[in-house]
């Protein structure tokens, strides 16, 4: 076939104020990226940020599949092949899972990535998408280069694309199309979106023993799963590891497995509020023993046991790292270090404390966990949004922490509520609530950071003794909490306010990073019990949860009453 001859274009564009990244990438409203030249720009300085690294370069392209990915992947071709990049590797349909596109761009050893989801956002022509840099390493790309996409969005005066290569139906069929731009060859492969993947699982996990769990043997009868992907990317890796792999049933073992490019109009974000349909159907079945659920790119778990006892992600994370021997990945690679991030209750920190492992605390967003694990430093790491990851890949992994989970209850012949109860009795428990307050007004969420601000630096502030429910609490110490980064030295500054207490109790508070319309606040609440671990956390941390709403005067400053959603 002849390779057919094509030439680049510049074309003359014009600044957008708003195209600065978040905790986790760019994310918009649809409508936003469909305005004239709003993704190209984006594109653009991406490339431009990358500078002569990009020439020759290859990079992986790819998402979750939600509404507005295949036009944006084609303005992606185009711009790609004007910039001189020499190949892209982009998903069938446009199709990867943030995980991974992790594992590709490490298994391939090329330059990065471009992830194109909103992850937990909902989808759809109404809601949200999003364009998110990976690097080498095959994290989120650092503050660093983040910051630099977004000065160079602010000055991007052209951009270059090849308006005459033809993109149609080119990601719908596996394949190699080469072109010839600008008198430089230029190659798109459209790949199998969970082939690698799938092969990376099967080398960490013991398929066999998995199966077995699944179907049971003659002497265990078969461990029953509910796999809920929402809608999401998920399902294709779901249905390829689960069904295929390890013998799930597809009628009773999984659940909304065709991704769609809307979620079906759900927020596919695994917390207990948009995953009660999953909740509901573990409450209503007691023959299930294990239930999870996964976000829209899938790089997040929910993991419930039967009658969907739900395992808290901070607690699941020190589950997790203190059995990770039956785990062949970990038998081979040895355990190093442990991380969570900030508002991550610290059940972790026990563990490693007891098995004398490094830990380390990070700010919110994978991107931090990345550079640790590059120096052998870190093996297992989470944050309480649902997040669970290891040093396989540079993202967090939601396909990873269930085969995680799976291995740990095949290994402890135990079930989920057994193993967190004798966690529980060899720790203590830290009892760990999240208060979400979305789409609140900017100004009002703005003005009540300011106050806490003041609040903390004002005089008497630390020592004081606050008190609700007959429970009294003394401020040991009081900051915006700040991180230096072990490995590159980099600082991260005001990442959300902390009031600690005398007995080890916490309140956090950050306005999120990944919303796309006002200002979501969060509150963390946090306390540690060293015997009485089987209290009900919502009742355990009423009094400080009363604290943390009257000292920050969420009312007065928000006009709310009742949270959007309490993990
Ligand atoms: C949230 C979570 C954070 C997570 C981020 C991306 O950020 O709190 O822990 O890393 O989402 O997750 P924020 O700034 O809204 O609190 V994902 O699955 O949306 O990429
Ligand atoms: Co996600």
Redesign the pocket.
């Known amino acids: 076939m002849s390779v057919p001859k094509l030439e680049s274009v510049v074309v003359q564009t014009t600044p957008f104020e708003d195209q600065k990244p ?4 760019l ?1 918009k409203k649809v409508k936003v990226f469909m305005e004239k030249n709003y993704t190209e720009n984006f594109i653009q300085c991406i490339f431009d940020a990358l500078g002569c690294k990009l020439k020759g370069a290859t990079l992986v392209v790819g998402g979750d599949g939600r509404y507005f990915s295949k036009p944006a992947i084609n303005t992606i071709i185009r711009i790609a092949s004007a910039n001189e990049v020499s190949k892209l590797i982009i998903g069938q349909l446009g199709i990867f899972s ?1 995980p991974a596109v992790s594992a590709l761009i490490r298994q391939h050893k090329v330059l990065g990535g471009i992830v194109l ?5 909902p989808g759809g022509i109404r809601h949200d998408f999003g364009i ?1 840099y990976n690097i080498e390493n095959g994290g ?1 790309a650092p503050d660093q280069i983040s910051n630099n996409i977004y000065e160079l969005t602010t000055k991007i005066t052209q951009y270059k694309t090849t308006p005459t290569l033809e993109t149609d139906r080119m990601i719908d069929i596996l394949g190699t199309s080469k072109f010839n731009v600008d008198g430089r060859e230029f190659t798109v492969e459209i790949i199998d979106s969970t082939k690698n993947y799938v092969a990376l699982m099967k080398e960490i996990f013991d398929f066999n023993k998995l199966r077995a769990l699944i179907r049971g043997t003659d002497k265990r009868p078969a461990f029953n799963i509910l796999l809920d992907s929402m809608n999401g990317v998920t399902g294709v890796y779901v249905r390829n590891i689960f069904v295929e792999e390890l013998g799930a049933s597809p009628d009773n073992n999984v659940r909304r497995v065709v991704p769609l490019d809307n979620f079906g109009e759900i927020h596919p ?1 695994p917390n207990l509020t948009y995953a009660k349909d999953l909740v509901d159907k573990l409450k209503e079945n007691a023959s299930y023993d294990f239930g999870a659920a996964f ?3 899938g ?2 778990n929910m993991i419930l046991g039967k009658n969907a006892f739900f395992v808290t992600p901070s607690d699941s994370l020190a589950v997790l790292a203190n059995n990770l021997d039956c785990i062949p990945y970990f038998k081979k690679n040895g355990v190093h270090g442990f991380a969570r ?1 900030m ?2 209750a610290a059940a972790v920190d026990r563990v490693a404390a007891k098995l004398g492992k490094e830990m380390f605390e990070v700010p ?3 991107k931090y966990f990345g550079n640790l694990m590059d120096a052998g430093r870190l093996s297992l790491c989470g ?5 669970t990851g290891s040093d396989h890949i540079r993202e ?1 992994d939601g396909l990873w922490a269930v085969l995680a989970w799976l291995s740990v209850i095949e290994h402890k012949n135990m079930g989920v509520e057994d193993i967190l109860k004798e966690h529980w009795k060899t720790y203590g428990r830290n009892y760990f609530s999240r208060y979400d307050y979305e789409e609140v007004e900017t100004e009002g969420a703005n003005a009540m950071m300011q106050h806490l601000e003041n609040l903390i630096v004002s005089k008497d502030f630390v020592g004081k003794t606050l008190a609700s429910n007959c429970k009294t609490y003394k401020v040991a110490n009081a900051d915006n909490f700040s991180y230096v980064d072990p490995i590159d030295h980099s600082v991260a500054k005001n990442q959300g306010i902390r009031v600690l207490f005398e007995d080890g109790s916490r309140l956090i508070y ?6 796309s319309s006002g200002a ?1 606040v ?1 509150i963390y609440i946090e306390c540690y019990e060293k015997d009485d671990v089987l209290t009900d956390a919502q009742v355990m941390l009423r009094p400080l949860v009363n604290i943390s709403l009257d000292i920050a005067q969420l009312k007065k400053f928000t006009g709310r009453e009742e949270p959007t959603v309490i993990t």
């Not at 989801?117 to 956002?121: D, I, L, P, V």
């Not at 944050?383 to 997040?387: K, L, N, R, Y």
């Not at 950050?510 to 919303?515: C, I, M, Q, V």
Request: avoid cysteine; glycine fraction near 18%; aromatic fraction near 6%.
């Open positions: 978040g905790t986790s990438g994310r943030t989801t909103a992850s937990h956002n998110k989120p974000d976000d829209g790119d790089d997040r991030s508002p991550t919110t967003g994978w944050e309480e949004s649902f997040g967090k950050r306005l999120s990073g990944t919303g979501t969060r």
